[in-house]
T-cell receptor
Framework: RKEVEQDPGPFNVPEGATVAFNCTYS??????FFWYRQDCRKEPKLLMS???SGNEDGRFTAQLNRASQYISLLIRDSKLSDSATYLC???????????FGAGTRLFVKA | DTAVSQTPKYLVTQMGNDKSIKCEQN?????MYWYKQDSKKFLKIMFS???????INETVPNRFSPKSPDKAHLNLHINSLELGDSAVYFC????????????FGPGTRLTVL
């Protein structure tokens, strides 16, 4: 089983749609969780951290379920500029080892 | 001001050659990383340094040798390059805490012919 698993997609959605991505992780001792975004031929950039109580940043909502070892990202009112690969990221119990999921590709179409 | 910079941006070389990639960060971070992103876009950690000390070495062939002359620099030297080394190599830095953000360099696209 991979340490961090994501559905690779691609997800093809129209502008204005709501889309959700899921991610599971295998190490129950994992401490920190993030969503990063990577545009084509660019470096990954932090989209948002994921907190136990769930958190929201504008159109983006992240949720963490420690019991099920599951992380989600919800994007509301999708924009063309949201087209990218979304990477689920888990930080190990040692604090330094960071594991990236393979990413979920999103295409938002006009 | 570029926070994390890498040179070169592109590197094309022959099998068997030795090459280096340089990374510098001006964020004052204690921790730096090297990642490899292969053709399938999977991003995998290779090394992590904290205060110039190697703390993670993820089953990387010993042809790859990182060097950290100071906290702001982490260079990657690769000996006897192989076709399978072709990938994009990203350097990153963070302050090393659990909830910290990693800042990535723009990547070095290595092609081995």
């Amino acid at each position: 089983r991979k340490e961090v698993e994501q559905d690779p997609g691609p997800f093809n959605v129209p502008e204005g749609a709501t889309v959700a991505f899921n991610c599971t992780y295998s190490n129950s001792a994992s401490q920190s969780f993030f969503w990063y975004r990577q545009d084509c031929r660019k470096e990954p950039k932090l989209l948002m951290s994921v907190y136990s109580s769930g958190n929201e940043d504008g159109r983006f909502t992240a949720q963490l379920n420690r019991a099920s070892q599951y992380i989600s990202l919800l994007i509301r009112d999708s924009k063309l500029s949201d087209s990218a690969t979304y990477l689920c990221v888990v930080k190990g119990d040692g604090g330094f080892k960071t594991i990236f999921g393979a990413g979920t590709r999103l295409f938002v179409k006009a | 001001d570029t926070a994390v910079s890498q040179t070169p941006k592109y590197l094309v070389t022959q099998m068997g050659n030795d090459k280096s990639i340089k990374c510098e960060q001006n964020l004052g971070h204690d921790t730096m990383y090297w990642y490899k992103q292969d053709s399938k876009k999977f991003l995998k950690i290779m090394f992590s340094y904290n205060n110039k000390e190697l703390i993670i070495n993820e089953t990387v062939p010993n042809r790859f040798s990182p060097k950290s002359p100071d906290k702001a620099h982490l260079n990657l030297h690769i000996n006897s390059l192989e076709l399978g080394d072709s990938a994009v190599y990203f350097c990153a830095s963070s302050d090393g805490t659990h909830g910290d953000t990693q800042y990535f360099g723009p990547g070095t696209r290595l092609t081995v012919l």
